[in-house]
């Protein structure tokens, strides 16, 4: 798999995803007039509610095209590859600027297009997938997209990293949804207006890990894709794509069924999330079902023991 992380001239390491949010929508206010009182990005539902928060401290969000859309907000939900071709075929590539979220993906392939470069402009967010401190990454074609960007992340101010990290760090101890999670977060979260430049032995770090973290992914989704193709379950991908996603979305027949069957997976300790998935995988068209998600970082004895139980379930 083509790694892109590797490439400077297109790809730049910053602290995280959101602050990727921030540095490109400075690039689109001062190169490419974009209005933030005026124009708008199209954002689709069910993704993280800071990811949100994020975007509208830079720009008016909205889950539908209007005539102000200027940007429309790509995102590979769980790291799924959106049907990039039906969404081209629907729009005047000309009119927008495409925003590839690659958050929940280390890369992969759907069809010819290599994700993460499919927008102008993609953003990453490592730190999704490595127990580590905040790190993402932005990608582009355009170079003075990648100069404005490293220039806005080697000015930053190193204190307010660790600020950010202290914040994180506080909240490692805090009550579950109590006032000072809150608080903590909260002070965390402002602070990703930020960017801030990671350190080079993280990016180490992730270099040295992420082939092999993207090959259990990827082997991860081959198993998952052979044990329950029989069962029609992941009627929303059966192709032979590869990629690296951060979760596998099941979707049974009712919602009946997703409950009893994620009531015998917490039995045995291993319960899945449960999160709206767009079948459709086209954020113009969408069709979301609940589904429950298999982390495809899991050990091969988990992941086992969760597919034995949801087929022993589907046989009875
Ligand atoms: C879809 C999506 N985009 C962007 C981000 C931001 O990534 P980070 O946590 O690195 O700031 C997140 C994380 O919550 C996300 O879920």
């Known amino acids: 798999m083509k790694l892109i992380y590797n490439n400077s001239k297109k790809f730049n390491f910053i602290s995280s995803g959101k602050s990727s949010i921030k540095v490109i929508f400075d690039y689109l206010k001062e190169k490419k007039n974009i209005n933030p009182k005026f124009?708008?990005?199209?954002?689709?539902?069910?993704?993280?509610?800071?990811?949100?928060?994020?975007?509208?401290?830079?720009?008016?969000?909205?889950?539908?095209?209007?005539?102000?859309?200027?940007i429309i907000y790509l995102y590979h939900q769980f790291g799924i590859p959106q049907?990039?071709?039906?969404?081209?075929?629907?729009?005047?590539?000309?009119?927008?600027?495409?925003?590839?979220?690659?958050?929940?993906?280390?890369?992969?392939?759907?069809k010819e297009y290599n994700l993460g470069t499919i927008g102008d402009y993609a953003l990453f967010s490592f730190s999704k997938f490595f127990n580590f401190s905040m790190?993402?990454?932005?990608?582009?074609?355009?170079?003075?997209f990648i100069k404005f960007s490293k220039v806005k992340i080697n000015n930053s101010k190193t204190f307010i990293y660790f600020l950010t990290n202290f914040?994180?760090?506080?909240?490692?101890?805090?009550?579950?949804?109590?006032?000072?999670?809150?608080?903590?977060?909260?002070?965390?979260?402002?602070?990703?207006?930020?960017?801030?430049?990671?350190?080079?032995?993280?990016?180490?770090?992730?270099?040295?890990?992420?082939?092999?973290?993207?090959?259990?992914?990827?082997?991860?989704?081959?198993?998952?894709?052979n044990e329950l193709r029989?069962?029609?379950?992941?009627?929303?991908?059966?192709?032979?794509?590869?990629?690296a996603p951060w979760a596998i979305p099941i979707i049974f027949n009712s919602n009946k069924q997703t409950n009893e069957i994620n009531g015998k997976l917490r039995d045995f300790n291993i319960e899945m999330k449960v999160m709206n998935f767009d079948i459709n995988r086209n954020l113009l068209n969408t069709n979301y079902k609940k589904s429950l998600l298999i982390d495809t970082s899991v050990k091969k004895l988990v992941l086992e023991k969760q597919i034995n139980t949801i087929k022993k379930y589907l046989k009875k």
Not at 83 to 110: M, P, Q, T, W
Not at 174 to 201: D, R, V
Not at 230 to 243: E, G, R
């Open 39 to 70: 124009d708008e990005a199209f954002v689709p539902k069910f993704m993280g509610n800071w990811v949100y928060s994020q975007l509208n401290q830079v720009i008016c969000t909205s889950p539908v095209l209007t005539k102000n859309t200027k």
């Open 83 to 110: 049907k990039i071709d039906e969404i081209l075929n629907h729009i005047d590539r000309k009119k927008f600027i495409i925003i590839e979220d690659s958050a929940h993906c280390l890369g992969g392939k759907y």
């Open 135 to 144: 790190l993402g990454g932005l990608y582009s074609k355009e170079s003075s």
């Open 167 to 225: 914040f994180h760090f506080i909240n490692f101890f805090c009550k579950k949804n109590s006032i000072y999670e809150e608080l903590a977060m909260s002070l965390a979260y402002s602070l990703y207006n930020f960017s801030f430049k990671p350190k080079q032995n993280l990016i180490k770090l992730l270099k040295k890990k992420i082939q092999k973290e993207i090959n259990l992914r990827i082997d991860n989704l081959k198993f998952v894709r």
């Open 230 to 243: 029989p069962y029609d379950l992941l009627n929303y991908d059966l192709s032979n794509d590869l990629y």
